[in-house]
């Protein structure tokens, strides 16, 4: 595929912008990006915290609390779907008449005249857009990148760089991710999630094949992840309507016994070692442009094959080479060589809580995790098994429900997969935009409840905490799992296990 030559484009330098909830994972690499650029920002956030940092030490004027006075008469303000109206710094740039943007919008302003990759779906987008944009630095490409976590050998979630790329993760939870107008698209999976938004897995569904059909610029492609069946869906959806499309699994040629291209998969990624710290495996391209891609059956001997190409990983989970086997297709897309591209990601060591160590005290290992889906919840739960059965130790699981929407719409199903771990206590449901009074029957208890075996609820984060230290043994894995405040509670539970650790010389 060939990119069209990087268009003539006013600066951005002179250029004054305002973010109303700048310290958010998606608000922060925006506020990054404009600033690199050579743009004024400002922001502000109801709370300080590591992001506002950041921010503080690129030049960013960052304020605690919000007020109409935070808002420079000449600026873009920008805003998130988590903003309401009634905020005194919006409703002020609002009286003055002033341009107000959505974050997706202003991430694609900054994105402009290069090779856009949106990372799209349900869970896996920080995983696959922090490899690739990793792998693509490693590779001596220097991509600019937007990510909504910080890649740990980056120290960043967010960089503009001199080459052509430009990585983004594609939020679909509020429809903004349909503001873009990528180069490729990489879908790591199409599970209905947000339903308090789109309704129905349906509505979620179209909303996907919309981002392919409509968002894609022409002679784009689509990569998207067959194993998961809305994937599937998608692929063959676009493929119909004229979409160049690839696909990936851990399924390729030859498994269904009769040389076809199962579930139509054209990258096969072939896991041959899994470990507490890696996983080792394959990845093959069958690329077949005469057919244009899914949905017709591909013949191996019509397809020319790239690979088996090996692929190392220092980062553990069968998710985590699904994600790469995506990465590498795009990196491939991009004109990265495919060996190149293997090696590249080899090198990843993971983004911020994703299976992120937080220490160890008294023998028990912390780890916390943003999985807030019940899918991603699962997938993590298995790569804990196998790494806390090296170690001959349990998985024990504290757990904080995101969004009371979504506790009440999964409850049975994050019951189900909190049943894979040994022991779990789930916390307060993190509200985030949500009130506790219009969900006044939903609780931490909606979770727990269903849990098989049993697990505990309380209504104090840190009383829960202190509860998961308590039933730690030595050789234990603890995780703390969530997309709210639980990364926090990492902490208290290293305290308490550190205050019962007997002292050396005791």
């Known amino acids: 595929m060939s990119a069209a030559p990087v268009p003539s484009q006013a600066p951005l330098s002179g250029r004054s912008f305002h973010l109303i909830g700048v310290g958010g994972a998606g608000m922060s690499v925006v506020a990054q990006l404009l600033a690199e650029e050579g743009a004024a920002v400002t922001g502000s956030d109801s709370h300080d915290g590591p992001a ?46 002033q341009e107000v943007v959505h974050r997706s919008q202003a991430l694609a302003l900054a994105a402009r005249g290069r090779d856009f990759v949106a990372v799209a779906g349900a869970h896996g987008k920080t995983t696959t857009s922090g490899m690739l944009a990793e792998a693509l630095t490693v590779a001596g490409r220097d991509p600019s990148f937007a990510i909504g976590g910080v890649v740990r050998a980056l120290g960043t979630g967010a960089h503009v760089g001199a080459g052509r790329a430009f990585i ?34 349906e509505a979620f569904e179209r909303a996907f094949l919309d981002f392919a059909r409509n968002c894609l610029r022409p002679g784009g492609r689509l990569i998207v992840c067959a194993d998961d069946p809305g994937g599937a869906r998608l692929a063959r959806a676009a493929a119909e309507r004229g979409v160049s499309v690839t696909t990936y699994g851990v399924r390729g040629p030859g498994e269904g016994g009769d040389g ?69 297709a795009a990196g491939i897309e991009l004109g990265v060589d495919p060996a190149l591209m293997a090696r590249s990601l080899g090198a990843f060591g993971g983004t911020g809580r994703r299976f992120e160590d937080r220490g160890e005290a008294d023998g028990v290992r ?106 730690a043994r030595p050789g234990d894995l603890v995780l703390t799992v969530g997309a709210g405040d639980v990364t926090e509670l990492a902490g208290v539970v290293l305290e308490r296990l550190a205050a019962r650790a007997p002292r050396e010389g005791a």
Not at 175 to 192: A, C, K, W
Not at 264 to 291: C, K, M, N, P, Y
Not at 295 to 313: F, K, N, Q, S
Not at 459 to 467: E, M, S, T, W
């Open 260 to 328: 076809r291209l199962v579930d139509d998969a054209h990258v096969r990624v072939q896991i041959t070692e899994r470990r507490a710290d890696g996983t080792s495996a394959t990845l093959t391209l069958w690329s077949d442009e005469t057919t244009g891609g899914p949905p017709a059956p591909v013949r191996p001997e019509d397809c020319a094959v790239t690979g088996p190409i090996p692929l190392e990983l220092n980062v553990p989970g069968d998710h985590v080479a699904l994600d790469a086997a995506g990465a590498w």
């Open 366 to 471: 912390v780890v916390d995790d943003y999985a807030h889906h019940p899918t991603e919840i699962e997938a993590l739960l298995r790569t804990a098994r196998r790494v806390a059965g090296e170690r001959g130790g349990r998985v024990l699981v504290l757990f904080q429900p995101h969004l009371f929407s979504r506790t009440e719409a999964f409850a049975p199903r994050f019951g189900a997969a909190l049943g894979l771990a040994d022991e779990v206590v789930v916390a307060p449901v993190y509200p985030a935009r949500e009130t506790q009074e219009d969900f006044p029957h939903v609780t931490g208890a909606t979770v727990a409840d269903r849990v098989p075996g049993g697990a505990r609820y309380l209504a104090d984060g840190r009383a829960a905490a202190r509860l998961i230290a308590d039933e």
């Open 52 to 97: 506002l940092d950041r921010l503080r030490r690129i030049g960013v004027g960052v304020s605690v609390g919000h007020d109409a006075a935070h808002v420079p008469a000449g600026a873009v303000v920008v805003v998130s779907t988590a903003i309401k109206e009634t905020n005194p710094e919006l409703a002020a740039a609002r009286a003055r008449g």
């Open 168 to 201: 983004a993760e594609a939020d679909e939870s509020d429809r903004s991710f349909l503001n873009y107008e990528p180069l490729i698209e990489v879908v790591t999976n199409v599970e209905p999630d947000h339903l308090d938004n789109y309704g129905t897995p």
